[in-house]
């Protein structure tokens, strides 16, 4: 196993345009991640899945993000109608199940948004 | 609430020099607790964690101990090197319901100067 993978490594998108992520766990971790981080600060948590269920959303997530698990394995992060504000590294992360269990990170996806 | 809160840096230090990054949190419950390390241009990568009380971390010369009494996870290494120079992050995993979801510090930037 690879670790987490996220694709693309970059994006430069126009403001208004959809965009999406993908990120690929490892492949026997029950949950997944997603985090934004900017420039100087730590991670801002975006949402997270066990199995398939997305079980809790940040209000920082408006509803121009959409995320989905299906099938419990890869997963997507829709962003529509992008905003300047948007330009970010988003990182996914999965883990096994379990106290303390540890948080694998993908290398992260940069978005801009010009 | 849970929160965690890291010294500020950035933190500059001449090569073989003693470190401490301080990392204090609140939580409710018994967290499991992680230092994350960003190299640059790098992913976040577990550095070092501890699950319950009194536990020490430790990891390439890291060390850090989970103190309940002070709500406390500091940092050490006792001599650092040029290949240190990174951001490190405090977290804490603490259960809320059936999730369970890591709650971060703002990050510490580290240099070290030969």
């Known amino acids: 196993d690879t670790g987490v993978s996220q694709d693309p490594r970059h994006k430069i998108t126009k403001r208004g345009q959809n965009v999406t992520f993908r990120c690929d766990p490892i492949s026997e971790h029950n949950r997944l991640y997603w985090y934004r981080q900017t420039l100087g600060q730590g991670p801002e948590f975006l949402t997270y899945?066990?199995?398939?269920?997305?079980?809790?959303k940040s209000r920082l997530l408006s509803d121009r993000f959409s995320a989905e698990r299906p099938k419990g394995s890869f997963s997507t992060l829709e962003i529509q109608r992008t905003e300047q504000g948007d330009s970010a590294m988003y990182l996914c992360a999965s883990s096994r199940m379990g106290e303390g269990a540890e948080a694998f990170f993908g290398q992260g996806t940069r978005l801009t948004v010009v | 609430g849970n929160s965690v809160t890291q010294m500020e840096g950035p933190v500059t230090l001449s090569e073989e020099a003693f470190l401490t990054i301080n990392c204090t949190y609140t939580?409710?419950?018994?967290?499991?607790l992680f230092w994350y390390v960003q190299y640059p241009g790098e992913g976040l990568q577990l550095l070092l964690k501890?699950?319950?009380a009194d536990d020490k971390g430790s990891n390439k010369g890291f060390e850090a101990t989970y103190r309940k009494e002070t709500t406390s996870f500091h940092l050490e290494k006792g001599s650092v090197q040029v290949s240190d120079s990174a951001v490190y992050f405090c977290a804490l995993s603490v259960r809320a319901g059936n999730n369970r979801k890591l709650i971060w510090g703002l990050g510490t930037s580290l240099a070290v100067n030969p």
């Open positions: 501890a699950t319950k």
């Open positions: 899945f066990q199995n398939e269920a997305q079980l809790e």
């Open positions: 939580a409710t419950g018994y967290p499991s």
